[in-house]
Structures are given as structure tokens and as C-alpha cells.
């Protein structure tokens, strides 16, 4: 007999896309490769109804994302609706476009922290794996939300072209003034997974920045606080994707359509609910889309009977769909999924530490107008 899902915590947490558009091209973008045109955007009203709702189902946190959201000139509006219902904004951004002025009106707004990408601590490595010249944009960015006395956080994404320079990022984030470095291997989504051939690094190249994360650890401890998102592809361990599925967050893309999670455009489909059509409430507690995974009466063996269940979730149902055309299996990416000798393969066959070239890399599209 299959177990009903149990029934939907409140969110905390809601990743706003507000838009595809991006002036950086980075190879391993998990966007869609289907981006969301810039004529198919929610309005500034629209984001200010979506923050408002968000705000009586729970959440208190919001990211505002993309692409990059400063290609908003509304986006000082949306803060402002977020900040006035309660909810605690982070920028995320490539810092390309954020000036004096412009950061001012935003923290008048209501904005509280900002995380910046990084993609290398060398600039012309920097442009290789972004596919632009944005180095010098991040380092005035960083030097203006340091002065405007916000906290900073960096988030560099890992993969083949910059494990090996694990420590620059760590240095570069000292020097920057950053409270908190984000190193996140790459998650094999959108973009980054028509790139995984280029991106994906040997076990070797894993465990040698694992070995310095450690060691920086121990050199900063009370001074910079250092996340390390392990890489299951080569742990073997299935991540316990978003805290489960549509059990603590969600993503409301550019157009308006709800995920449980930012990668779930393509499993979803035409099931995928839209605030256009929907309260946000109704798509969160009722929907079929946020139901089909919570709880455990979806799991198949080896997840139904293993004690990590309520540890991992049964990993990320993105990644199974992605892998296996079945988001109910198994994640591949653990070691106990009938799948996972086809991820171990891939690693295997990895290149490790070899140097990339622009001609490795497909570097992601611009959204249509």
C-alpha cells in the first residue's frame, strides 16, 4: 500500500529568479538550457504579490537570483515588497552592473546581505570559465557591500578548471572581507551537465582540496566561516537535495512557474504550477507537483528500507530523471542505487587536472527578448 505524503511543513526559504539574463556566460550555470525570455518575466507588481504570499505561508528568507537580478531596474521595488513583508533578502550576483548609487537605493530598500560569485582567483581564468571579462567588476562589488557595511559572502562553484586553486579562492576571500566562503562543487544541472565531460575532476583532484578546506578550517576558525557542498558524483553519496523535497524551500522562475527545486523545470514539465494561475499557498500545500516526492511512499528499494531515508530523502529526484529518465529511482549519484556504476564510470573516465581551453566549455545562451 502506498503511504499518502506527509503533510507540507511551512517553507522558510524561496529562491527568486527574477530573470535569465546575465552578462556572464559561465559554463557550469545549472539555468535550464531553456532560458526564460526577458518579455516573459514577472513584473515588479507581480514579485511584490508573490512576496507577499511567500511571506503568509512561512517564508523568511528569499534569495533574489537569476541570471543577474541588477538587470532589474525594478529591482529595488521587489526588495522593498520582500523587506516589508518580513522577509529577509539576500542579493546573489555576479556584481557586474552594481555601483555606489545603485547599491545605496537597494540597501534603502531593504537589503540586507549579498553573495558574489567567483569563478577563479586569477582574472584571465576568471574569464575562461565565465565567458567574460568580469574580475574587476567583482572586486569594486566587494569593496562597495564591505563599505555599505553588509555582509559578504563569496560563492565559487568547484569543478575541473579551479579545484586546484582552492586556496586563491580562500585567499582572494580574505582579502575581499568576506564573513563567509561558499565552495560548492559543481552541480551537474542545465548548463553544467552539457559540460560535465569539461567540469567533472578526478577522486584525486576531490581529495586534495578537501584536504585544504580542512586545513584553512583550522587557520580561520572564527574569522571566515567556510562551507564545503561535497561533490556526490565522487563521494558516492546521495546529497539530501533542498532538505527534501518541497519540505523547506522553493523557486518561483523568471515566468512564474513554482519548483521544489530550481533544477525541476524539465522533470515537471506541463505539471509545473504557475503563481499566474495559483496562490502560492495552494501550490505549496496542495499541488501535484509539490506532493509527488514528499515522504517516503514514493521510494523504490534500496531508499524504502535504508536508515539515511530521513538523512538524504532518497537524493535528488532532478539528478535521478536527468541520469535514468526516472526521477523515482534511486539517485545514481549514491553508492547503493542499482545506477550509480554509470556516475562511477563518468568519474573514472575524468580528466582531473588537465587544463581547460574555451574550446572545452559551451558556454551558456542569452535568453530571447
Same mark, same amino acid.
Given at each position: 500500500?502506498?503511504?499518502?505524503?506527509?503533510?507540507? &511543513?511551512?517553507?522558510? @526559504?524561496?529562491? =527568486? /529568479? +527574477?530573470?535569465? $539574463?546575465?552578462?556572464?556566460?559561465? %559554463?557550469?550555470?545549472?539555468?535550464?538550457?531553456?532560458?526564460?525570455?526577458?518579455?516573459?518575466?514577472?513584473?515588479?507588481?507581480?514579485?511584490?504579490?508573490?512576496?507577499?504570499?511567500?511571506?503568509?505561508?512561512?517564508?523568511?528568507?528569499?534569495?533574489?537570483?537569476?541570471?543577474?537580478?541588477?538587470?532589474?531596474?525594478?529591482?529595488?521595488?521587489?526588495?522593498?515588497?520582500?523587506?516589508?513583508?518580513?522577509?529577509?533578502?539576500?542579493?546573489?550576483?555576479?556584481?557586474?552592473?552594481?555601483?555606489?548609487?545603485?547599491?545605496?537605493?537597494?540597501?534603502?530598500?531593504?537589503?540586507?546581505?549579498?553573495?558574489?560569485?567567483? &569563478?577563479?582567483?586569477? @582574472?584571465?581564468? =576568471? /574569464? +575562461?570559465?565565465? $565567458?567574460?571579462?568580469?574580475?574587476? %567588476?567583482?572586486?569594486?562589488?566587494?569593496?562597495?557591500?564591505?563599505a555599505a557595511d553588509l555582509p559578504l559572502g563569496l560563492n565559487a562553484v568547484l569543478h575541473r578548471a579551479n579545484l586546484d586553486a582552492l586556496d586563491g579562492i580562500v585567499e582572494l576571500g580574505l582579502a575581499w572581507g568576506a564573513d563567509r566562503v561558499e565552495l560548492a562543487n559543481t552541480q551537474f544541472y542545465g548548463w553544467a551537465?552539457?559540460?560535465?565531460?569539461?567540469?567533472?575532476?578526478?577522486?584525486?583532484?576531490?581529495?586534495?582540496?578537501?584536504?585544504?578546506?580542512?586545513?584553512?578550517?583550522?587557520?580561520?576558525?572564527?574569522?571566515?566561516?567556510?562551507?564545503?557542498?561535497?561533490?556526490?558524483?565522487?563521494?558516492?553519496?546521495?546529497?539530501?537535495?533542498?532538505?527534501?523535497?518541497? %519540505?523547506?524551500?522553493?523557486?518561483?522562475?523568471?515566468?512564474?512557474?513554482?519548483?521544489?527545486?530550481?533544477?525541476?523545470?524539465?522533470?515537471?514539465?506541463?505539471?509545473?504550477?504557475?503563481?499566474?494561475?495559483?496562490?502560492?499557498?495552494?501550490?505549496?500545500?496542495?499541488?501535484?507537483?509539490?506532493?509527488?516526492?514528499?515522504?517516503?511512499?514514493?521510494?523504490?528499494?534500496?531508499?524504502?528500507?535504508?536508515?539515511?531515508?530521513?538523512?538524504?530523502?532518497?537524493?535528488?529526484?532532478?539528478?535521478?530523471?536527468?541520469?535514468?529518465?526516472?526521477?523515482?529511482?534511486?539517485?545514481?549519484?549514491?553508492?547503493?542505487?542499482?545506477?550509480?556504476?554509470?556516475?562511477?564510470?563518468?568519474?573514472?573516465?575524468?580528466?582531473?587536472?588537465?587544463a581547460a581551453t574555451a574550446g572545452d566549455f559551451a558556454y551558456r545562451a542569452s535568453p530571447k527578448t
Open positions: 500500500m502506498t503511504e499518502s505524503p506527509r503533510p507540507a &511543513q511551512p517553507p522558510w @526559504a524561496l529562491l =527568486a /529568479e +527574477l530573470t535569465h $539574463g546575465c552578462p556572464l556566460r559561465c %559554463a557550469y550555470c545549472s539555468n535550464p538550457t531553456e532560458l526564460v525570455a526577458r518579455n516573459e518575466e514577472l513584473s515588479a507588481e507581480q514579485w511584490s504579490d508573490v512576496m507577499r504570499q511567500a511571506a503568509d505561508i512561512g517564508v523568511v528568507q528569499t534569495h533574489l537570483s537569476g541570471g543577474e537580478p541588477l538587470l532589474r531596474r525594478d529591482l529595488a521595488e521587489i526588495v522593498t515588497a520582500a523587506d516589508s513583508a518580513g522577509i529577509h533578502t539576500q542579493l546573489v550576483t555576479s556584481g557586474v552592473g552594481l555601483h555606489e548609487a545603485r547599491l545605496k537605493a537597494l540597501v534603502g530598500a531593504g537589503l540586507r546581505s549579498v553573495q558574489l560569485s567567483v &569563478q577563479h582567483a586569477d @582574472a584571465d581564468k =576568471a /574569464e +575562461l570559465i565565465a $565567458g567574460a571579462r568580469a574580475f574587476t %567588476a567583482k572586486e569594486r562589488a566587494a569593496a562597495l557591500v564591505r551537465l552539457r559540460n560535465r565531460s569539461a567540469l567533472l575532476p578526478d577522486r584525486a583532484q576531490v581529495a586534495r582540496a578537501r584536504e585544504r578546506v580542512e586545513r584553512w578550517r583550522e587557520r580561520l576558525a572564527g574569522r571566515m566561516e567556510l562551507v564545503w557542498v561535497a561533490p556526490d558524483y565522487v563521494d558516492g553519496i546521495a546529497k539530501p537535495c533542498m532538505g527534501g523535497w518541497g %519540505a523547506v524551500s522553493l523557486t518561483v522562475a523568471p515566468d512564474g512557474t513554482v519548483l521544489p527545486c530550481p533544477a525541476a523545470g524539465e522533470l515537471l514539465g506541463r505539471d509545473a504550477p504557475n503563481v499566474k494561475d495559483h496562490q502560492l499557498g495552494w501550490i505549496w500545500r496542495e499541488s501535484t507537483a509539490f506532493n509527488r516526492y514528499r515522504g517516503e511512499g514514493w521510494m523504490r528499494e534500496p531508499c524504502r528500507s535504508c536508515a539515511l531515508r530521513t538523512v538524504d530523502f532518497g537524493g535528488c529526484r532532478c539528478q535521478a530523471y536527468a541520469l535514468t529518465g526516472d526521477a523515482s529511482r534511486t539517485d545514481p549519484a549514491c553508492h547503493r542505487s542499482p545506477d550509480n556504476g554509470a556516475v562511477r564510470a563518468l568519474v573514472d573516465a575524468g580528466g582531473g587536472a588537465t
